[in-house]
């Protein structure tokens, strides 16, 4: 036997699980009643909030469907594939000999075997050339199949089974204990397992399993609800953080000459000289390098370092800059260091909130 099958099959499989779940979500909403008494303009309301919610999860669940509907197959095809190619490399274990006449056993029929803990194995069947019984059964890695005998609840002897077909469409089963007479029977009706043709399977088909081109209009409708939800979140986010924003608002946002211009006179009046404004870094943030000279000889490094970046956090206060947390540097009079620069809304709603620390 192969597993792998003609696309189309797969693509069939695929198909009818989205038809079913589709159905499923159709019907739920269409029978869905309220416990709760309505009047006519609720009742008419009601109905109309249930045909809005059916045409939305409809919506989404089919474009999901498509949106998978690929890679599934593929995933599916590509499994059996392994398979296949699983059956046609292992190779049947050798040696093995009739239980009865101790002849060697002729390898037969194979198959794919997953049960228990050890995952996909291949199991070989062997019939004897003198038509001795039982026949064997050994997996691909050496080990036999052992068939589990059912045992009977009342003296634990091991039952025996028989099966008889009636009618062609039904199987009986019967366990009888051949120690006590214990029997059990199961009725097996092969008509119940066979798919019944669905009439409305392509009608369907077309409603809820998406194309290239059928998909194009659900992926302009979800891009545009999309960003209808995006819009109301950050209204309401808006909304709730009122107060933050307005403080957000009421920032100077200052380019770097401005900079230049808020601290010269500053830092000159505080007696430190020649500021000097190096090459910004500029990745997904702003960073800009500084130097400054301390023209009070006297002031010691502790002292000069301390007192510069006081008088930096005042007047950045409240602005959009902040001095890096790497501090800043003293060598013989000479100073370096950084500062960053807040441009994103959001970088400078957690500036005023005290939730951003500013680290490289």
């Given at each position: ?19 079913d ?5 159709e ?12 009047t ?30 690929s ?10 594939a392994?398979?296949d190619?699983?059956l046609?490399d ?19 029929d194979?198959?794919?075997?997953d049960?228990?803990d ?10 004897c050339?003198?038509?001795c019984l ?8 050496g ?5 589990r ?8 002897t ?15 089963t019967t366990?009888?204990c ?6 059990n ?12 043709p ?7 088909r077309?409603?809820f ?20 939800k995006k819009?109301?979140d ?44 190096g ?14 000279y301390d ?5 010691a ?18 602005t ?21 620069a ?6 400078l709603?957690k ?10």
């Amino acid at each position: 036997m192969t597993y792998s099958r003609p696309k189309q099959e797969y693509i069939d499989r695929y198909d009818k699980i989205t038809i079913d779940d589709c159905r499923w979500k159709e019907n739920f909403h269409k029978n869905y009643k309220s416990s709760e008494k309505r009047t006519e303009e609720e009742i008419s309301m009601d109905r109309v909030a249930s045909e809005m919610a059916l045409h939305y999860d409809l919506l989404f669940t089919t474009l999901n469907w498509w949106e998978d509907k690929s890679k599934t197959i593929q995933k599916w095809m590509d499994a059996d594939a392994r398979r296949d190619k699983m059956l046609e490399d292992a190779q049947a274990p050798e040696g093995i000999r009739c239980l009865k006449c101790w002849v060697p056993l002729i390898p037969g029929d194979k198959s794919l075997y997953d049960l228990g803990d050890k995952g996909e194995r291949v199991l070989f069947f062997y019939d004897c050339p003198s038509g001795c019984l039982p026949h064997r059964a050994f997996f691909n890695d050496g080990e036999e199949y052992k068939v589990r005998r059912e045992h009977c609840p009342k003296c634990e002897t091991d039952l025996a089974r028989t099966h008889e077909r009636i009618e062609s469409e039904k199987v009986i089963t019967t366990d009888t204990c051949p120690q006590c007479g214990y029997t059990n029977s199961d009725e097996w009706d092969m008509s119940t397992t066979k798919e019944k043709p669905d009439p409305d399977f392509e009608k369907d088909r077309a409603r809820f399993c998406l194309t290239e081109e059928t998909s194009k209009k659900a992926l302009d409708e979800r891009f545009q609800l999309d960003g209808i939800k995006k819009f109301v979140d950050e209204w309401k986010e808006k909304e709730e953080h009122k107060e933050d924003y307005d403080v957000v608002a009421k920032i100077q946002k200052l380019n770097v000459l401005d900079i230049e211009k808020l601290l010269t006179p500053a830092f000159e009046k505080a007696g430190y000289v020649r500021l000097q404004l190096g090459t910004p870094e500029i990745t997904k943030d702003f960073f800009l390098p500084f130097t400054v000279y301390d023209n009070k000889s006297e002031r010691a490094d502790r002292v000069s370092t301390h007192d510069l970046t006081k008088l930096i956090k005042k007047c950045l206060k409240d602005t959009n800059w902040r001095l890096m947390s790497d501090g800043i540097n003293y060598r013989l009079g000479f100073l370096t260091g950084r500062l960053r620069a807040y441009e994103r809304e959001e970088d400078l709603l957690k500036l005023v909130t005290g939730r951003t620390t500013c680290h490289l």
